[in-house]
């Protein structure tokens, strides 16, 4: 991180700077980016008892990735059922929270059980910043060697990550969601465009539209003018206390997929009172699964609902 903090200081930005606005607010947006979480990796402090492992090698990229997979507490004991799938970018810093809040969502009757795959990088010396930039980024970030690779992971995602969970376990692909924040939530509104058909249920929690210079602005008007329709449920998200530069950007990208009028696009934009880019995460994801699984909820009552009508029955 120190390096990107050194790189914004030596733009010297001062008045007759010949530096470029948009330079300026690309490089602010990959601070903030690679800001995001800033932890040191650890082996596995991220994960529930009982989360499973894959390691996965792409010759495309020439890195090793790791999944992590939570089953339903009904997997073992229910043999013919199929479970529709979360797959959530940045696992180590987002599956424990992800974990729980389904958990709770399940508890209430909201949503039925699923299982969770999260992404993420092997060894506890990873360097998440550096590799999350290569992979989620759709355009190559000046003086960062390796960046814009977001279809070569998507493609990952098709072709590797995703038939090793559906063959390994029993998942209904026809109920795909694929979630991510900050970066990776700019990296879910790409694959919306580029592959809607992919997953068809997308969260993007403060997503860093305004990454590459504004790329998935110019992305989103290409396809608008090729595509009536966009058949998918969408979340999007921020938090109301993130710094401007930021924030601004993904409230202008809310308007334009509101304006559009998408056929078939279920969309959902929302912010989070007193959010910043850390704390937005927690409520990002619930409403964000709850949204994407809207057509698809239980039709159960608040669990609470039998025990005072037992003790009312008493």
Request: aromatic share 12%; hydrophobic share 35%.
């Amino acid at each position: 991180m120190r390096q990107y903090v050194r790189s914004l200081r030596n733009m010297n930005i001062k008045k007759g700077n010949p530096m470029t606005a948009k330079r300026f607010l690309l490089s602010i947006s990959t601070m903030l980016l690679l800001a995001s979480q800033i932890v040191s990796a650890t082996e596995h402090y991220f994960v529930a008892p009982g989360t499973n492992f894959h390691q996965v090698y792409s010759e495309k990229t020439e890195r090793h990735y790791e999944l992590l997979v939570t089953l339903p507490s009904s997997y073992s004991s229910s043999p013919d059922r199929h479970y529709p799938v979360i797959y959530l970018t940045d696992a180590q810093w987002h599956m424990a929270l992800v974990t729980e809040i389904l958990g709770k969502l399940n508890y209430d009757n909201h949503l039925h059980e699923m299982i969770i795959v999260g992404v993420s990088y092997p060894g506890k010396d990873a360097n998440y910043d550096q590799l999350r930039l290569k992979d989620m980024t759709p355009l190559a970030i000046p003086d960062i060697p390796g960046t814009g690779s977001a279809d070569v992971f998507l493609d990952i995602f098709e072709n590797q990550f995703m038939p090793l969970i559906e063959k390994k376990y029993r998942v209904n692909s026809e109920v795909r969601v694929l979630g991510g924040v900050s970066l990776g939530g700019m990296f879910s509104l790409y694959a919306a465009f580029k592959k809607p058909d992919l997953f068809k249920r997308y969260i993007a929690i403060t997503p860093g539209v305004i990454a590459n210079d504004g790329y998935l602005f110019d992305y989103e008007e290409s396809y608008s003018k090729k595509h009536k329709s966009l058949p998918i449920r969408l979340f999007t998200t921020y938090g109301e206390d993130e710094y401007p530069l930021f924030k601004d950007p993904i409230l202008k990208f809310q308007n334009i997929l509101h304006s559009r009028n998408y056929e078939g696009l279920s969309l959902r934009n929302h912010s989070v009172e007193e959010g910043r880019h850390g704390s937005v995460s927690i409520e990002g994801w619930m409403h964000g699964l709850l949204w994407v699984f809207k057509d698809r909820r239980t039709g159960k009552p608040d669990p609470l609902k039998s025990m005072f009508d037992a003790m009312n029955s008493e």
